[in-house]
């Protein structure tokens, strides 16, 4: 076999460093163009950070206006609170001055000071329902002028308008009053006095108003009408 021939070569510093330098710049921007691609594939686009910017400035001014409603809903609350509680208050007025309106009739005509004949007046009807049956407790007022001084007695009854059947009709107080108080209800009095009985009214039978009448003993009789819903609302 041939002898192999080998070749020694001297080793050549500048060109090792050359090679190495360009080894070392490809790498390197091998990194700035690996950078380069990471940075552009994960910034955010720009009409993209704009939505963001404009979903949260929507957001807030959701936050806004939820919260105007609540603080608008709750006044209204209040204020129809207070719109009711004045109302009630009204109506509470009302009925107090028509307390006292009656109460100023009632004792300016026991004093005598109005312009009314003298004498003895029927003042006002109350009838309170009993429950459980179909009956009333009845309470008349009666009065008498002071101008007049002296005691009236004798008794009261009541009879009652309303509709029985589809057809008109009326009943008396011997048809409403229990047996020991057919006769009428006793009075005596100088100034003033309430006198109370007892009515039951038949079956079917629908009342709309309630006549009094007043039989002074050796005197003319008085009578005056109210209607059933008057009696029933009078604080008499």
């Known amino acids: ?14 060109a090792l460093r050359r090679r190495r330098l360009l080894l ?19 910034r955010p686009p ?9 979903a949260e400035s929507l957001r807030r001014d959701n936050a806004a206006l939820k919260q105007q409603l609540a603080v608008l809903t709750r006044s209204r609350q209040i204020t129809r609170i207070a719109t009711d509680a004045l109302r009630r208050s009204l109506a509470d007025r009302d009925e107090e001055i028509a307390g006292l309106r009656t109460d100023l009739a ?5 004093t005598g000071g109005s312009a009314q004949r003298a ?17 009333y407790a009845v309470t ?14 004798g ?27 057919r006769a009428g209800l006793p009075f005596a009095f100088k100034y003033f006095q309430q006198v109370q009985g007892m ?25 005056r009408s109210f209607s059933w819903s008057a009696a029933l609302k009078s604080p008499e």
């Open 1 to 14: 076999m041939p002898t192999p021939r080998y070749e020694v070569r001297a080793l050549d510093p500048l």
């Open 24 to 42: 070392g710049l490809a790498w390197g921007l091998g990194m700035i163009v690996v950078a380069s691609l990471t940075w552009a594939l994960t």
């Open 46 to 54: 720009a009409d993209l950070a704009a939505r963001a910017a404009a």
């Open 106 to 110: 009632f004792y300016t005509r026991l």
């Open 119 to 135: 004498g003895l007046a029927v003042q006002g009807l109350k009838l309170s329902p009993i429950a459980g049956a179909h009956a």
């Open 140 to 153: 008349i007022t009666l009065t008498q002028s002071v101008r007049r001084g002296e005691t009236s007695q």
């Open 155 to 181: 008794r009261a009854s009541l009879s009652v308008e309303g509709v029985r059947g589809g057809r008109a009709a009326q009943l008396a107080w011997s048809d409403l009053a229990p047996p020991p108080a």
């Open 199 to 223: 009515l039951v009214l038949p079956a079917g039978f629908v009342p709309s108003r309630a006549i009094v009448s007043v039989q002074p003993d050796g005197g003319a009789a008085v009578s």
